[in-house]
């Protein structure tokens, strides 16, 4: 249910956004993050369509079961191990049978204690492990009919209930990742139903996920996207969230915020403003390969880790900078998803480790 009033709103944005003097502690350790994305689940770029529903030619769906292959995972797990990674931020999606409710399951889905086993050997392999739920509506199909329902009821009551579920099997994690990135109509341009928030709605229901969070135990932990053509993104949110800025070149526009276009310089040009405000930051590169930069003439996206690494050194004060984490958009089911991902792992490790030469 959503227990948060308007006023409510209002007050708790304005208390948090002052120097975070509100915000809970958080249990701090002394090591650089080195985290890589893992993609558990995978319902997160389709239509999804109730069963009742026509199906339209030439649409991506989401699907009825997990697209994963646990030898894959492991392999990958082991790579992160060999490269001195210390954290797997594992999108669950419809990976996991959440218990409060098992209707987000497809065939497939972990249940929960073959969850919290996976948590606990990651755990004794040095990695620490960090959930991920995409609350992003243009990233939620994993939800199912509830994404339907955005800023409902019923649906800040599914999603309150999941969060309980996960930060309990994943016992009280240190982070949990929301998402949040991408909620424009544009980016569900094509979709046959679009549904994004914008505005104070969109503010609002941010304030409510990072509360839900807190009150279970764990720190708020989001794309920062939002705030790239978003005036007031710095002031708004609350200093607790722990911020990922991503740049990954995709447009083509390098490194150097002098010979950017205007309408892509926010994107480098938040890093440093997050740090003036006060935020604590994981920026994230990619080895990911976009059509712009393919027709530049690029053969591969190998680049982005270094001066992604070396552009946030230089503009992100040592305190607030507390590591990187890599994000290679492919799943963990095939021979070359696994090579990609690795080949992402390799490219951060390798620039995080520069500096120590």
């Not at 994993?142 to 994404?147: A, F, I, R, T």
């Not at 996960?166 to 990742?177: G, L, Q």
């Not at 503010?203 to 807190?214: A, C, G, M, T, Y």
């Not at 009150?215 to 607790?240: I, L, V």
């Amino acid at each position: 249910m959503n227990d948060m009033t308007r006023r409510e709103f209002i007050s708790t944005g304005a208390a948090f956004a002052a120097a975070g003097t509100s915000a809970p502690a958080f249990a701090k350790t002394p090591d650089e993050i080195r985290a890589v994305l893992l993609h558990m689940g995978m319902n997160m770029w389709g239509e999804w369509r109730a069963p009742d529903e026509p199906k339209v030619a030439g649409k991506r769906y989401t699907s009825g079961e997990v697209y994963f292959s646990e030898s894959i995972w492991n392999r990958t797990i082991d790579h992160a191990v060999k490269r001195r990674f210390n954290m797997a931020v594992m999108d669950l999606g419809e990976f996991l049978a959440y218990p409060s409710h098992p209707e987000l399951a497809v065939k497939g889905s972990w249940s929960a204690d073959r969850m919290r086993d996976e948590v606990r050997r990651l755990k004794a392999m040095g990695i620490e492990p960090i959930p991920k739920m995409n609350f992003s509506a243009t990233h939620h199909q994993w939800l199912k009919e509830y994404g339907r329902m955005l800023s409902t009821r019923p649906y800040y009551q599914v999603c309150a209930d999941i969060i309980c579920d996960v930060a309990e099997i994943f016992d009280r994690p240190r982070f949990i990742h929301i998402g949040f990135d991408e909620e424009t109509p544009n980016n569900q341009k094509g979709r046959l139903v679009v549904c994004a928030r914008q505005n104070e709605m969109w503010w609002h229901d941010l304030i409510w996920f990072v509360r839900k969070v807190e009150r279970n135990g764990s720190r708020a932990w989001m794309f920062s996207d939002y705030g790239w053509h978003h005036e007031g993104f710095t002031e708004k949110c609350p200093k607790s969230v722990l911020q990922s800025n991503w740049y990954y070149n995709e447009d083509a526009q390098g490194y150097d915020i002098a010979k950017m276009k205007d309408w892509f310089k926010p994107k480098l040009r938040l890093f440093a403003d997050l740090d003036k405000a006060g935020f604590d930051q994981v920026p994230c590169p990619s080895n990911w390969m976009s059509q712009k930069l393919k027709e530049s003439g690029k053969t591969d996206n190998s680049d982005c880790a270094g001066e992604v690494v070396k552009f946030c050194r230089d503009n992100i004060s040592a305190e607030r900078l507390k590591g990187f984490m890599m994000a290679s958009w492919t799943d963990c089911k095939g021979e070359n998803a696994f090579r990609f991902n690795c080949a992402g792992m390799d490219q951060l490790a390798d620039a995080m480790e520069e500096r120590h030469a």
